[in-house]
């Protein structure tokens, strides 16, 4: 399997998902602003969004890809299947009983998460419809473990795309329908969401089917107890014990931080959502498309022995995270007002409202090389099948963003929330670095300060190019052009990339050492 071509191809679906994202989020910005039903909006969104961390690609994903890969490699097709049958059967049934724990309950869980909203009402309803779209999402994780394991990468990179589209056709199509009845518009975006978790799940199941690994999930409490009764699934259980603290101790912080920003005033959640969003398309393309790629062969390469590839595919990681992530952390700290006022200048969204996210996007760029650091560096404990050491650090991390918090956020504001996730990621990226080399797990491998020597002087030449295209261009007075202003970003960007890329062929950086197979 060519590394790079599999990373490539999570990469290219992940950037149509964020492209379809940024549609749908544009959407959002033209049609309610930053305003206080937007917050309503996002903090009931971010619900079922940190459920899905903990049953879905979070906690879950961590613990089951691992010993899937590895039950695959060591005991065959056969066993392997059986072995997403049970789990399939309790995961279905946690999360049916979760979903209805959640809807009857949704006034205390947004109370958790936004005590400070104004449309506290509506939060609450909008948590209530979407409360079931982690049932199907945690499902999707499952079908994509599954996928990934049988090195099928591309349709589970896909997938996400339909959650944009269906909250675009939604909010286009239902909206008008919701006025014209005295309804709430934003109600539309509650309905693409739950649409968006039923067609994802749905375009999975063939795929599952064509392998045969489609799980056969038991309905009747038999069933259930059978499933239940299965090694493997204790197995997971114990694996995800320590993933699901981790994971809460991270979703802890970004309940922690909606809290703070929910009372600071109107329109900072969304403030910090937008910035996020953009701070997504490097974490999504590059973290998340690395991380995909390496937990299955990470888990290969330890059920074989491999010690010098595990270490060698680890080193591959870091060196084209830093080739891609080093420019897009420069890109975020000087050139944010021009990426910010294209992509959301339109409609309700003011002035004020794009200089607030830019400075949200630049506290989340003062971290970015951790954000995607973290998502590369810990495959290689999950492949290890140890979760307890990535929680340990996990722990340490969140006190110490609560600690920067409490210095940032009088003095910043909102975008101190940003700058402490940003700088903390920064920390539990240099931890778990230390940790993997520590256990032996990872050397890293030889040329690195040439290497660094030779990303240094392309990034400063971005840097000074988008920069002086940031002053000299009034991005904001183009508000009425937008044609012409998206143009002139797609110009500065590729000028950028053809700075960047020549400056590192000048520099002799062999771009085809990342051609790497496994």
């Not at 199941?205 to 489609?214: K, Y």
Request: aromatic content about 8%; hydrophobic content about 55%.
């Amino acid at each position: 399997m060519n590394l790079l071509k599999a990373a490539s191809t999570v990469s290219l679906w992940t950037l149509l998902s964020r492209i379809t994202g940024l549609v749908r989020d544009q959407l959002i910005a033209a049609s309610f602003g930053a305003s206080a039903v937007t917050d309503a909006f996002n903090v009931a969104f971010r619900i079922p969004n940190l459920l899905r961390r903990l049953f879905g690609e979070g906690a879950f994903s961590a613990a089951f890809v691992p010993i899937l890969a590895a039950t695959r490699e060591r005991e065959g097709d056969e066993v392997t299947r059986r072995l997403i049958d049970a789990v399939g059967t309790v995961l279905l049934w946690v999360l049916v009983a979760t979903c209805v724990v959640g809807v009857l309950a949704a006034p205390a869980v947004v109370w958790l998460f936004g005590a400070g909203l104004e449309e506290f009402d509506l939060a609450v309803v909008l948590t209530r419809w979407m409360f079931p779209y982690i049932g199907f999402m945690s499902l999707v994780a499952l079908s994509a473990g599954v996928l990934n394991t049988w090195k099928n990468f591309a349709l589970p990179a896909a997938t996400p795309v339909l959650l944009n589209v269906a909250m675009i056709g939604c909010s286009l199509g239902l909206t008008p329908v919701l006025r014209s009845h005295d309804i709430q518009p934003i109600h539309a975006l509650s309905a693409g969401v739950l649409l968006g978790g039923v067609l994802q799940l749905a375009v999975q199941i063939p795929a599952l089917a064509r392998i045969g690994a489609l799980p056969r999930i038991g309905v009747l409490p038999g069933a259930l107890l059978a499933a239940w009764r299965h090694p493997g699934v204790h197995r997971v259980l114990k694996q995800m014990a320590p993933a699901l603290l981790g994971v809460s101790v991270a979703q802890a912080s970004l309940l922690i931080n909606t809290q703070i920003a929910s009372h600071l005033r109107p329109g900072a959640v969304s403030w910090l959502v937008y910035a996020d969003r953009l701070m997504e398309f490097p974490t999504a393309l590059l973290g998340v498309a690395l991380g995909v790629v390496l937990i299955p062969g990470l888990s290969a390469l330890r059920a074989r022995g491999d010690h010098a590839g595990y270490s060698a595919q680890l080193d591959w990681g870091l060196r084209l995270m830093m080739l891609l992530a080093t420019p897009c952390a420069v890109a975020m700290l000087v050139f944010a007002k021009p990426l910010v006022a294209v992509l959301f200048h339109y409609g309700k969204f003011s002035s004020e409202a794009v200089d607030m996210t830019v400075l949200a996007l630049r506290g989340y760029g003062c971290g970015l090389l951790g954000l995607v650091g973290v998502k590369v560096l810990a495959p290689g404990f999950f492949a290890q099948q140890d979760l307890r050491t990535p929680v340990r650090i996990a722990v340490m991390v969140l006190i110490c963003t609560q600690l920067m918090n409490v210095i940032f956020v009088p003095w910043l504001g909102h975008a101190g929330l940003a700058l402490s996730i940003g700088l903390g990621a920064m920390v539990n990226a240099g931890w778990l670095m230390v940790g993997l080399q520590k256990r032996g797990l990872y050397s890293p491998g030889p040329g690195w300060p040439v290497y660094l020597a030779r990303l240094a002087p392309a990034n400063l030449a971005l840097g000074l190019w988008l920069g002086w295209s940031a002053q000299a261009v009034g991005w904001l007075d183009l508000q009425a052009h937008a044609g012409q202003r998206a143009g002139l970003l797609a110009g500065v960007i590729g000028v950028g990339a053809l700075l960047y890329f020549g400056a590192l062929r000048l520099a002799g950086l062999p771009l085809k050492q990342f051609l790497r197979r496994t």
